[in-house]
C-alpha cells in the first residue's frame, strides 16, 4: 500500500474542542457542481438610507409592542427623523446621528430578561428549563455601504473597544455573552447595514459547555491551555497558518469543516476579550483587517461567513478558576468554489458527519497566497 | 409573575438523543423578514432526460476516471444508449432502463474502500484516523418528474424494501449504513431526479456515536429503550402528534431544532430497517406518504428537507447488545414561513445554541391540521 497523502486518501480528523470528527475527502471536490447556484450580494447597497431601521437617524419598529402584526408594511419617513415623543409614538424608536459603533436592544430579541421559569418536569424525555438574557445589535459604522474589511484600523479598533465594553458590561450578571456576526444574505443576515449582535443568556449555551468541558479536561490531562499549546503548535508548523503578527495568528483549523473556517487565536494567555490589552487590540484590528480582506479577495466577492467570540464564561463564573479557557474566534464561511458555489451541510453531514472537499492545508495555502490590499481598493 | 406559557415565554428544551439544549422563542415568528428569499423549486422537471445521468438509459460520467475535469461538458448523447463496452468508452457508464429502485455507486464518492490509514500522530491536537467506505446512490422511480409524495404506496415500498436491503447488505461488514435524502435545491440536492444516497463507513460517524452514549445510558439507567419510552409517551399525550397508524408514528419532537421538523418512530421495539416485518413495510409506506403530503401542502410546494435513517450499528456489533437502539428516521426541513423564507442555523446558532421561533406543539398542530391529498393531485 502507498503511503496516505492527505489531499488524496479520505480521512477523518478530530476536532478536540468538539471532540468530534470530521470526513475529509479532498479527492471529491474534482466532481461538477450542478446544484443550487447562490446570488452574489447587492453591490450598490446606498450609504445612508432612511428607511433601514439600522441608519443614523432613522426610525426602528419596536417589535415588542407592534402584536399580531407579522410584516409590518414599510412607514413613509421624514428624512429628518422626528422627535422621539415616547407618549406620542410609542410604536416607535429613532437612532441618534451616531458617528461611531452604534448599540441597540434588538427589536424582535430571541432572550428576554424577565421570562418566567417553566413548570417542573413530568419525565426525563420532557425537560425544560428557564432561559433569560439580552439581545443587543451593534453597528459597526453610521455607513450602510461598507464592511469590516473596508473599514480603516481605527474603525475596526472602535468595534473591537465596544465588543469588549459589551462584554464586560453584560457579563457582569450573565453566564454567557454571545458576540456574533452574520454576514451576507447567504448567513441569513436580514440588514446590508455592518452590524454584528451580542445575545447574553442566563445559562451556558451547546457550545459554550463543549468547549468548556473538552478544555478543563485537555487543562487536567496536559497542564496547559487548549488553544495555548496549539496556537504554539501552529506557529511552528506553518502549514495551516493563514496571517500573523506579534499577538494573534490566524489558521484554518487541522479540523476544520467549513472550506475556508479560520480560528483566531492570541498568542498571550487572554481568557476575555475585556482583558486585551491597548496593543492587543491594535493588533487585534490589524489581523482581522488583513484576515477579511483575502476573505473578500478570495472569489473577489463581500465573502460571507458567520463568526464569533469565544471566551471564558462570566457572570458566576468570573470568582470561579477559568484557567482552562483561552479567548479565540471563530470564522465560518460557506462558500466553497466561487461566490456562487457554497458547501451545502446537509444529509450526510446533518445525519452522521461534517464532511470537507478540500484538506485545511490547501485551504490555509489559498488564503496565504492572497493580495492584502483588497480587490476594490487596489490602483488601476 | 405570571406562570410560563411555552408559545409566549421563551425557554431551552433538553434533547435527549444528542444531549443538548434549544431555545424556543416563540414571540420572534412575529419580527418581519427582510432577509434572503428561496427559488422555490423548478416545476418544469422533464420526465426523462438522456443528459441527467440518473435517468434510464442515460450516460454517466464516471467521475473516478475523468481526473482533472472539474466540470466536464455536457456530452451529446443519443437518444438510444450506446451498447457499453468498457474498452471503448472507459470514461462512460450507462444506466440500464430500469422499471423501479436503481441503485449505482456515486460517480463522486466521499468514501472509497481502499484509502491507506493516516501516519501516527505526533501530538494530542492532531489525530487522523482511517476512514474506509462506500458510497453509492439510489434512484426511487425512472421519472425525474416524481417525488416521494407523488409515487404510490406501492412504489413508495419498494424503496423501503431497497432501503432494507442495501442496510443489511452493507452492514453485512461495514459499522455504520447512513440512508439519507437530500430533497431540493435548498437542501444541496444538485439533481432533480427522485434519489437518495447511502453512505457505509468503517467508522462510527458523530451522531452515530452520540445516539449510541446517550441512549446506552438511558437503558442503563431506565431499563427501557429510550426510543420506544418516548413513542409511548407522545402517543398518548397527543399535542406533538403528526400522523400514526398501528406500526407508527411521527411526531415534532420535544427538542425539535428546524421550525418543522419530526421524527418517526415504530411502536415496536426495532433495531434496524432489516428487520422490519412484512406489514410494517407497508404500514411504513403508508405513514410516510401521509406525512410527505402533509409537508408539501404546507407551503403548497415540494418541500424541502434532509432525513435520514438511524438504526442499531451493524459489521461488528451485530455481535453485540444493541438494545439500547431503537430504528428511527430524522426530517431536517429548512423553511419556517412560506415556500421562500427559511430558517437560517446560522451565527448565534453555529456558535452558541439552536434557537427556533414557533413550539413543536404550534408546528405539531399546524401539519396535523393539513389534508392527506395532495395539493397537485386534488379534484377540482
Ligand atoms: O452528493 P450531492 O447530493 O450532490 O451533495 C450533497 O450531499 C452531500 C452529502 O450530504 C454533501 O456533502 C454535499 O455538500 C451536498 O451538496
Ligand atoms: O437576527 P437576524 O440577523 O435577522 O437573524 C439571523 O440570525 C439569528 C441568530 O443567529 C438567527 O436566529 C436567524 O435565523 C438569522 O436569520
Aim: charged letters at 25%.
Amino acid at each position: 500500500r502507498p503511503p496516505a497523502r492527505p489531499a488524496e486518501h479520505q480521512h477523518c480528523r478530530h476536532n478536540p474542542l468538539r471532540d468530534e470528527w470530521v470526513l475529509v475527502s479532498a479527492h471529491r471536490v474534482r466532481r461538477p457542481w450542478r446544484g443550487q447556484l447562490e446570488q452574489p450580494p447587492t453591490e450598490d447597497v446606498p450609504r445612508w438610507d432612511p428607511a433601514n431601521p439600522l441608519c443614523p437617524g432613522a426610525t426602528r419598529a419596536n417589535g415588542e409592542v407592534l402584536p399580531g402584526t407579522p410584516t409590518p408594511a414599510p412607514r413613509p419617513l421624514p428624512c429628518v427623523p422626528p422627535r422621539c415623543d415616547p407618549n406620542f409614538f410609542p410604536l416607535l424608536q429613532v437612532n441618534p446621528h451616531y458617528e461611531g459603533t452604534f448599540v441597540f436592544p434588538n427589536d424582535f430579541p430571541a432572550l428576554q430578561p424577565d421570562s418566567p421559569a417553566p413548570g417542573d418536569s413530568d419525565h426525563p424525555l420532557f425537560q425544560a428549563a428557564a432561559a433569560r438574557g439580552v439581545c443587543k445589535v451593534m453597528c459597526f459604522h453610521p455607513w450602510s455601504d461598507l464592511t469590516l474589511p473596508l473599514m480603516s484600523l481605527a474603525e475596526i479598533r472602535a468595534v473591537i473597544d465596544a465588543w469588549a465594553e459589551l462584554a464586560a458590561e453584560l457579563g457582569a450578571s450573565y453566564p454567557w455573552v454571545q458576540i456574533f456576526e452574520n454576514k451576507g444574505e447567504m448567513m441569513g443576515c436580514s440588514n446590508p447595514h455592518p452590524h454584528c449582535q451580542v445575545w447574553a443568556s442566563s445559562f451556558l449555551p451547546n457550545e459554550a459547555r463543549l468547549e468548556e468541558r473538552t478544555q478543563r479536561q485537555y487543562r487536567e490531562r496536559h497542564s496547559v491551555p487548549m488553544l495555548l499549546e496549539y496556537a504554539e503548535q501552529e506557529a511552528r508548523r506553518k502549514e495551516r497558518l493563514v496571517v500573523e503578527n506579534e499577538d494573534w495568528l490566524v489558521v484554518v483549523p487541522y479540523w476544520a469543516t467549513w472550506p475556508f473556517q479560520t480560528l483566531l487565536l492570541p498568542r498571550r494567555h487572554v481568557l476575555r476579550l475585556q482583558d486585551l490589552r491597548d496593543s492587543e487590540r491594535d493588533s487585534l484590528a490589524s489581523i482581522m483587517q488583513r484576515l477579511l480582506i483575502k476573505y473578500d479577495n478570495l472569489f473577489q466577492v463581500s465573502f460571507p461567513y458567520s463568526m464569533g467570540w469565544h471566551g471564558a464564561p462570566t457572570g458566576p463564573h468570573l470568582q470561579e478558576d477559568c484557567r482552562h479557557w483561552q479567548l479565540h474566534a471563530h470564522y465560518y464561511p460557506p462558500l466553497l468554489r466561487s461566490a456562487t458555489v457554497r458547501k451545502f451541510m446537509v444529509g450526510y453531514e446533518m445525519l452522521a458527519q461534517a464532511q470537507r472537499d478540500l484538506t485545511p492545508e490547501q485551504a490555509a495555502e489559498r488564503l496565504r497566497s492572497l493580495p492584502e490590499v483588497h480587490y476594490k481598493q487596489r490602483r488601476r
